[in-house]
């Protein structure tokens, strides 16, 4: 029964692959986010996705690529992974655009070697 | 513009002691502004949050005061207990002019609570 979750919850991949994180949310929530955590706690949004339409795209590498094939899943495609790309993803999910708050997965830990 | 600005970056209290963590924003146009918790391997869970029309909200022993002139709001954790040890997040949004729901977060803040 678990609101908001990712998988995998670690993911350990050399440079230059291809990866992708799952997130799905059980709350019946119209909007969906990614975040990314650096090394230093810093969450920073990426991408927002509103009933599968596109909202928020932050100044990220075209290597990232969300997808949205219904309002409870939102997914995030990485190509050619990049050693900066090391950071924990939070998927994240909210009612009406986030008036009551967000609810954050418990995160995917991305390491690149 | 977007910005905001979250002190100190670490705390260290004793248990059932007063932290408080304060933050400060620019953009005027911010009208809801939250404050999220998160556990180490955990994502951050809403705590409290509070909306520029108050100046002062209280949920058990969380507070956040609120100064619209200055700019600026802070958590106060009131009898702070070693379980409250996690780093804390404020956050702004702009709710009623933008239709994204995009939040800013601040630094965040490693708070330990010692027995």
């Known amino acids: 029964d678990t609101a908001v979750s990712q998988t995998p919850k670690y993911l350990v991949t050399q440079m230059g692959n291809d990866k992708s994180i799952k997130c799905e949310q059980n709350?019946?929530?119209?909007?969906m986010y990614w975040y990314k955590q650096d090394s230093k706690k810093f969450l920073k949004i990426m991408f927002s996705y509103n009933n599968k339409e596109l909202i928020i795209n932050e100044t990220v590498p075209n290597r990232f690529s969300p997808k949205s094939p219904d309002k409870a899943h939102l997914n995030l495609h990485i190509n050619s992974l990049e050693l900066g790309d090391s950071a924990v993803y939070f998927c994240?999910?909210?009612?009406?655009?986030?008036?009551?708050?967000?609810?954050f997965g418990s995160g995917t830990r991305l390491t690149v070697v | 513009q977007q910005q905001v600005k979250q002190s100190p970056q670490s705390l260290i209290v004793q248990k059932g002691g007063i932290s408080i963590i304060n933050c400060a924003y620019e953009n005027t146009a911010f009208d809801y502004f939250p404050w999220y918790q998160q556990f180490p391997g955990k994502g951050p869970a809403l705590l409290i949050a509070i909306r520029p029309d108050v100046s002062e909200k209280k949920e058990g022993r969380f507070t956040i005061s609120f100064n619209k002139s200055a700019k600026q709001f802070s958590l106060h954790i009131m009898d702070s207990q070693p379980g409250d040890s996690a780093t804390y997040f404020c956050?702004?949004?702009?709710?009623?002019?933008?239709?994204?729901?995009?939040?800013?977060f601040g630094q965040g803040t490693t708070l330990q609570v010692k027995p």
């Open positions: 994240a999910s909210s009612q009406a655009r986030g008036t009551y708050g967000y609810t």
């Open positions: 709350l019946g929530h119209d909007t």
């Open positions: 956050a702004a949004s702009a709710m009623s002019s933008s239709n994204t729901g995009k939040l800013i």
